[in-house]
């Protein structure tokens, strides 16, 4: 239990992180807002298009009596929608981390110079190119266990009772998951942890990382939330990727009182 409420508190450390440096927030929104933008635009095509679509997938139901061509294909639009939802849910944090891989690389760098003692941050001395298409493969391989998750979840929520009280707690769980792993990934991958690496690493704290990704995959499901809470998870998330490697780590305060000095130090230069 102690762990969940750790994963918690780096959720909130990340977001008064990037709260304490404005241009590094500023910038890590564009990617976010990018992503937001298409996923609107696919979801209206679909509610749009979406029993169009449906209508013309099932032919053989074409000849059915009323009602009961409506409701088959009306159960069928609904159900198509809930897993767009699903999958824009799942997938919303691996497309923003691709799109804005270079933003949220320098943010995390950053994150890891100011809680360094030695104020340094692993580099992975790859081109970008190369850390594109690794994160990109990786991402997709995310996004492939995830949907497995969600067609076996799905199927489960039709058992009485139980598809409709565990299952949905079990979906943010493993929701929450995947987004950690994703959101991880900008630190662990820059110190050269694989991905199967990475999910060893993770599994091994499972209550830290369900802390971290279930308050967060909950409220990515209000409307952009998420864009405005990405900065700050990608802060957090660097953070906890510190811990979960045993990096040393300076205390916030210390960070601040860092900050002061500097800002003091800047001022007395400018007076003299």
Known sequence: MRDLGAGFHYLLKGQRWVARHGKQYGFGLVPGLITLVLYVGALVALATWGEDAVSWATPFSDDWSSPWQGLFRGFLTVVLFALALLLA????????LLIGQPFYENLSEKVDRDVSPDGTAPESGLPLWRELWISAR?????????????????ALGFIPVVGQTVVPVLGFFVTGFFLTEELTAVALQRRGVDLRARLTLLRSRKTLIWGFGTPLGLSFLVPFVAVFLMPGAVAGATLMARELLGEETRDENDSDDSDDSDEATVSGELGT
Not at 89 to 96: D, E, G, K, N, S
Not at 138 to 154: E, G, K, N, Q
């Open 89 to 96: 849910v799942v997938t919303f944090t691996a497309v923003t």
């Open 138 to 154: 990786d991402s997709l391989r995310i996004v492939v266990r995830a949907l497995l998750w969600a067609v076996l979840l799905f």
